[in-house]
């Protein structure tokens, strides 16, 4: 790389995080469900409660226990309002089973639960008792005393990873991921008195993808093993290895942000998240940022976020359990699942106008290990004939500004075919056009291409 091309990568970076950096994490998001009891922080017992809150949810930051991160914070809600709290007191793992496995049926038509998630109510028990004997109970006071006596972040860090189940080797990057909340400033909690400076950037899978893209890898089969469908532990097996990637990677973002490297983190997470199963190349980096930016302009907001989950209605007002709602959808669901087709149920929205900021799309189902001519594929399911115009409009808002990423296959009931035809006769709202008869069959033809 020259360096006039690795001088111009670096000032696109940093547009795309100044751009970007001011999104607020998914944990941290107070307009989202379910909203967070003790939002505002209006007390100091209130920011006590935050610092022990945030622990608990970045100790359970692991695709094997909670799967969906969306998980972690439905999960730490259905626990507060069943245990209260006892959520922050218990270290008896029964406290903790009966809950956990009695959400995971409450939730089952959005996400599942990691393969280990088992071991989660011992995670939050030993977070529990860091908190009560290292703490003392009080994680802001701990802390500030470390800071007074010029220990830094990685001190802390180190505590945390030797006390709190699995938050050790590549782990600790879930500690990395709680002080970046806990100290740097808005959109983060700034609760601790450590300098950002001296943070380090998580490395994750979403920004090992970013690393890779970058260059900054040694490793020419990362790139291929990261977007393998069947990806191997051996990735984070050596904690040197590990621990020398995210040096490598806070170092980068020092040259760009150097009172500041966690600046990049969520940005370079939005963005990694964004590349899963696309080519881990500076060319497919810079086309990402340049898209990115470009609709920000374009939206005067960033195009999308993430969810954690969207509350749906039955036809007298009664809130009903989360996920897959009508029984078209359900069964669209439980197809996928037989086939143990990974898919993302309506996880993000994207921002489809600036003059009506409220225009928004939330796909069903994003099926990110399906390509069609390099885009991501999601499967959107209407069986409601009065709003297909509405409907049609908005995949046509939504395909006009993200189609080159997405394909849209719609899935109607087999009556709504010629009605969608005449209402869209130039096809600007899918890709396909699927009749509900049809659609396991189609599917089953179309992964096999």
Same mark, same amino acid.
């Given at each position: 790389?020259?360096?006039?091309?690795?001088?111009?990568?670096?000032?696109?970076?940093?547009?795309?995080?100044?751009?970007?950096?001011?999104?607020?994490?998914?944990?941290?998001?107070?307009?989202?469900?379910?909203?967070?009891?003790?939002?505002?922080?209006?007390?100091?017992?209130?920011?006590?409660?935050?610092?022990?809150?945030?622990?608990?949810?970045?100790?359970?930051?692991?695709?094997?226990?909670?799967?969906?991160?969306?998980?972690?914070?439905?999960?730490?809600?259905?626990?507060?309002?069943?245990?209260?709290?006892?959520?922050?007191?218990?270290?008896?793992?029964?406290?903790?089973?009966?809950?956990?496995?009695?959400?995971?049926?409450?939730?089952?038509?959005?996400?599942?639960?990691?393969? *280990?998630?088992?071991?989660?109510?011992?995670?939050?028990?030993?977070?529990?008792?860091?908190?009560?004997?290292?703490?003392?109970?009080?994680? #802001?006071?701990?802390?500030?005393?470390?800071?007074?006596?010029?220990?830094?972040?990685?001190?802390?860090?180190?505590?945390?990873?030797?006390? #709190?189940?699995?938050?050790?080797?590549?782990?600790?990057?879930?500690?990395?991921?709680?002080?970046?909340?806990?100290?740097?400033?808005?959109? *983060?909690?700034?609760?601790?008195?450590?300098?950002?400076?001296?943070?380090?950037?998580?490395?994750?899978?979403?920004?090992? +993808?970013?690393?890779?893209?970058?260059?900054?890898?040694?490793?020419? *089969?990362?790139?291929?093993?990261?977007?393998?469908?069947?990806?191997?532990?051996?990735?984070?097996?050596?904690?040197?290895?590990?621990?020398?990637?995210?040096?490598?990677?806070?170092?980068?973002?020092?040259?760009?942000?150097?009172?500041?490297?966690?600046?990049?983190?969520?940005?370079?997470?939005?963005?990694?998240?964004?590349?899963?199963?696309?080519?881990?190349?500076?060319?497919?980096?810079?086309?990402?940022?340049?898209?990115?930016?470009?609709?920000?302009?374009?939206?005067?907001?960033?195009?999308?976020?993430?969810?954690?989950?969207?509350?749906?209605?039955?036809?007298?007002?009664?809130?009903?359990?989360?996920?897959?709602?009508?029984?078209?959808?359900?069964?669209?669901?439980?197809?996928?699942?037989?086939?143990?087709?990974?898919?993302?149920?309506?996880?993000?929205?994207?921002?489809?106008?600036?003059?009506?900021?409220?225009?928004?799309?939330?796909?069903?189902?994003?099926?990110?290990?399906?390509?069609?001519?390099? +885009?991501?594929? #999601?499967?959107?399911?209407?069986?409601?004939?009065?709003?297909?115009?509405?409907?049609?409009?908005?995949?046509?808002?939504?395909?006009?500004?993200?189609?080159?990423?997405?394909?849209?296959?719609?899935?109607?009931?087999?009556?709504?075919?010629?009605?969608?035809?005449?209402?869209?006769?130039?096809?600007?709202?899918?890709?396909?056009?699927?009749?509900?008869?049809?659609?396991?069959?189609?599917?089953?033809?179309?992964?096999?291409?």
């Amino acid at each position: 790389m020259t360096q006039q091309v690795a001088n111009s990568l670096k000032d696109l970076l940093i547009q795309f995080v100044d751009t970007y950096s001011s999104i607020v994490d998914l944990e941290l998001d107070e307009t989202l469900e379910p909203k967070f009891w003790f939002m505002p922080l209006k007390s100091y017992e209130a920011k006590k409660e935050v610092a022990h809150y945030f622990l608990l949810a970045a100790s359970l930051s692991e695709y094997k226990l909670t799967g969906n991160p969306r998980n972690i914070r439905l999960l730490l809600n259905h626990l507060h309002e069943k245990l209260a709290k006892a959520l922050y007191s218990s270290t008896d793992p029964e406290a903790f089973r009966v809950e956990v496995a009695r959400f995971e049926q409450n939730t089952q038509l959005l996400d599942c639960l990691g393969e *280990d998630k088992k071991e989660i109510p011992d995670v939050l028990c030993s977070v529990n008792r860091f908190v009560a004997q290292k703490a003392a109970g009080d994680l #802001i006071v701990y802390s500030a005393n470390m800071h007074k006596k010029k220990l830094k972040p990685k001190d802390m860090v180190q505590q945390l990873s030797y006390l #709190i189940k699995r938050m050790n080797g590549h782990r600790k990057s879930k500690a990395w991921l709680y002080m970046r909340w806990m100290v740097r400033g808005s959109p *983060d909690l700034a609760l601790f008195m450590f300098n950002s400076e001296d943070l380090l950037v998580p490395l994750t899978t979403p920004k090992f +993808r970013v690393y890779v893209a970058l260059g900054l890898s040694l490793n020419e *089969d990362l790139p291929f093993k990261l977007n393998s469908k069947y990806r191997p532990e051996s990735w984070w097996a050596n904690t040197k290895e590990f621990d020398s990637d995210t040096e490598k990677l806070t170092a980068y973002a020092r040259t760009l942000y150097p009172e500041d490297p966690a600046k990049v983190d969520f940005p370079f997470f939005i963005l990694g998240t964004w590349l899963e199963y696309s080519d881990l190349t500076q060319n497919s980096l810079e086309k990402s940022m340049r898209f990115f930016i470009k609709k920000h302009q374009e939206l005067l907001q960033p195009l999308m976020r993430y969810l954690t989950v969207v509350y749906h209605y039955n036809r007298i007002g009664e809130r009903i359990k989360p996920g897959a709602f009508s029984g078209f959808e359900q069964d669209i669901f439980d197809f996928l699942r037989s086939r143990q087709v990974i898919f993302y149920y309506e996880f993000m929205e994207f921002c489809l106008s600036k003059e009506k900021p409220q225009l928004t799309y939330k796909p069903d189902f994003l099926l990110p290990r399906y390509i069609d001519k390099a +885009r991501k594929v #999601i499967l959107e399911p209407h069986g409601v004939k009065e709003n297909l115009k509405e409907v049609t409009t908005k995949l046509a808002a939504f395909r006009g500004h993200y189609g080159e990423f997405f394909c849209i296959i719609l899935i109607v009931p087999d009556a709504f075919v010629e009605v969608i035809q005449n209402l869209d006769p130039e096809h600007a709202s899918y890709d396909f056009l699927w009749k509900q008869s049809e659609y396991k069959t189609r599917f089953e033809n179309y992964q096999k291409t």
